[in-house]
């Protein structure tokens, strides 16, 4: 359990943000300038604002109303870096026992070596290291401070895509077997998406929206990360794999088909479904080469300032929505309570947009 | 080694103490000094980067006889250091008290950039892993300043060896005392036939000079490599 209450003054902008999280990973989601580092900062004990309560579990790392506020190598942390801030003048392994040693608990080196793959790295300098290794050994020298609070800024923003999908693993693994609550700061739906437990949206410096994954992207009028990276989450399960490089879900009921994922057949996943790859039809159509075909019934349409228009569709498998122009909306008669199907390319599901449930 | 007389051993022998004792006095107030104008914010931080300064800009003698009106067992500060025991006037402590301010803002200056080199992220990524600011400083900022305080270092050894004017007007030239290196060079040329004696310690000057242009090169570049990476 994670609380947090934050009001600070910076010229113009008004940080007031409170919000209290459930055990996982709460993912800070909004644009840049929205206060999500500044948010994190304070959680951290970087930053001192004017009023200010961060609560873990029982322990109280700041309250200003009680004159509180502990600096940060006080608050049990484990804080990940966007550009993973390992120390140049250590090794790998000094890097990673940094934390440890004022940690004082000593806990044991090997697992988290071996669970993040840093064998081969350990004597090398962080010179030396690719981007994506730095991230590994940023996230092994976090989680061996022994924290009762994990932090991690946009961890991946400074990597290219490859670099993120060897990554995101990791965090899944973080969110399922961390004893401690997560606070991640992220502008990626697509990794509200698959890591989120809890999603907190921010907007000029005020919480807007809170909930899960799936509530919060399937929620049209959740727009953080601009009209693009609008795209519906839904939960489903891995049905069976094919001979022809495919993997069927059920997705409550309906059968989705994907280019083949890791899991194996029974495993929960999430799979996030980006707006602007849905197309709308009013009959289900015959003789599509497109392989996901759900129908469902419009539950709302929301016009944009620009042509386009998003419509939010309930279908067996869960909320879709799709981003079509206000013009096709009109043509197609699409209005709350019609009937529809919405139709989804298999590789239009990118293998970023699909992770452990 | 019988290639430099008792007198002009005497010389060198005394410039090298006055030299290590005024680097090593001089390097902790140089760091901290160093490290307030790097990262602190406080009123009358210019008034101390000139005064830090000072030295590198007053003439030597200037600088020489400041110390000298003010540290003289007559005056009140030098008088009170004399009632606790601390002499500075016409001995080889004096000596090195000039040449470790005259060296000053060269260490300072080395020093203060490489502090400047050092992004703060990594002192907050230090923090959120449990070090206090002590902690801090100690296995984070002073590991990765190390390069710029050893250069700092041996550029204050190289200026207090070649210190003349202000050691000449605080302590005067008296050997075995105060004529280090560079007095006793002067000495000699005023004296006829002193030539080769003078050109015996130029030559001794030149080799100290060279030796801690080399030593400091070699030390940046270690260092360099050992923090880069490979």
Not at chain 2, 40 to 58: A, C, E, S, T
Request: glycine share 10%; charged share 20%.
């Amino acid at each position: 359990m994670l609380e947090v209450a934050v009001r600070h003054r910076l010229g113009a902008f008004t940080l007031e943000a409170a919000f209290e999280a459930p055990p996982g990973l709460c993912v800070l989601f909004g644009r840049s300038g929205s206060g999500k580092t500044s948010v994190i900062n304070a959680v951290a004990g970087l930053m001192r604002p004017d009023e200010g309560r961060v609560r873990v579990g029982e322990r109280v790392l700041g309250d200003t109303s009680q004159g509180i506020w502990l600096p940060p190598h006080k608050r049990r942390l484990g804080y990940i870096f966007q550009e993973g801030r390992l120390f140049p003048h250590l090794s790998v392994r000094q890097n990673l026992l940094y934390g440890r040693w004022f940690a004082g608990s000593l806990l044991p080196l090997d697992p988290v070596v071996e669970m993040l793959g840093l064998g081969p790295l350990l004597t090398r300098r962080p010179g030396a290291l690719s981007g994506g290794e730095k991230q590994r050994v940023a996230i092994g020298r976090a989680l061996l401070a022994d924290p009762g609070l994990i932090l991690a800024d946009e961890p991946l923003a400074a990597l290219d895509e490859a670099r993120k999908r060897e990554i995101l693993p990791y965090f899944e693994r973080l969110r399922d077997e961390a004893r401690c609550p997560i606070l991640y700061v992220s502008h990626s739906a697509g990794e509200v998406a698959r890591l989120a437990t809890t999603v907190v949206v921010l907007q000029d410096g005020r919480v807007v929206r809170q909930g899960t994954a799936a509530e919060v992207l399937s929620d049209p009028a959740v727009t953080p990360a601009g009209i693009r990276a609008v795209g519906a989450v839904l939960e489903v399960r891995v049905a069976a794999h094919h001979d022809d490089g495919l993997t069927e879900l059920d997705a409550g009921g309906v059968p989705l088909y994907l280019p083949r994922v890791p899991q194996a057949v029974g495993a929960p996943l999430r799979i996030r479904i980006a707006a602007q790859e849905v197309i709308l039809a009013r009959q289900r159509p015959e003789g599509l080469s497109a392989l996901n075909i759900l129908a469902g019934k419009v539950d709302s349409i929301r016009e944009g300032d620009g042509p386009g228009a998003l419509v939010s569709l309930d279908t067996a498998a869960g909320r879709v929505l799709a981003r079509v122009t206000r013009r096709s909306a009109e043509k197609l008669g699409l209005a709350p309570g019609v009937d529809c199907f919405a139709v989804v390319k298999t590789v239009a599901i990118a293998r970023e947009d699909v992770g452990t449930a | 080694m019988d290639w430099l007389s008792p007198a002009e051993w005497e010389a060198v022998r005394l410039s090298l103490r006055v030299s290590f004792w005024a680097t090593v006095a001089a390097l902790p107030f140089g760091l901290f000094i160093a490290y307030a104008l790097a990262r602190w914010r406080f009123p009358g931080k210019q008034i101390l980067n000139g005064l830090v300064h000072l030295p590198l800009i007053l003439p030597p003698v200037v600088t020489g006889y400041l110390l000298l009106i003010t540290l003289s067992p007559r005056a009140p500060v030098g008088g009170f250091l004399k009632s606790i025991g601390i002499s500075f006037a016409f001995n080889w402590t004096g000596a090195a008290l000039a040449a470790g301010i005259m060296g000053f803002p060269l260490m300072v200056r080395a020093m203060r950039l490489s502090i400047e080199a050092v992004d703060p992220k990594l002192e907050q990524a230090a923090a959120t892993l449990g070090a206090s600011r002590t902690w801090v400083f100690a296995t984070v900022t002073l590991p990765m300043v190390l390069p710029g305080v050893l250069a700092g270092a041996i550029l204050g050894f190289a200026k207090a060896m070649g210190e003349f004017g202000a050691t000449i007007t605080f302590v005067s030239n008296i050997p075995g005392q105060t004529q280090t290196l560079p007095s006793a060079i002067y000495a000699f040329l005023q004296v006829p036939g002193g030539e080769a004696s003078a050109l015996r310690l130029v030559a001794v000057a030149v080799a100290v000079a060279m030796l801690a242009l080399l030593l400091s090169e070699w030390i940046s570049r270690r260092v360099a490599a050992r923090v880069g990476g490979a």
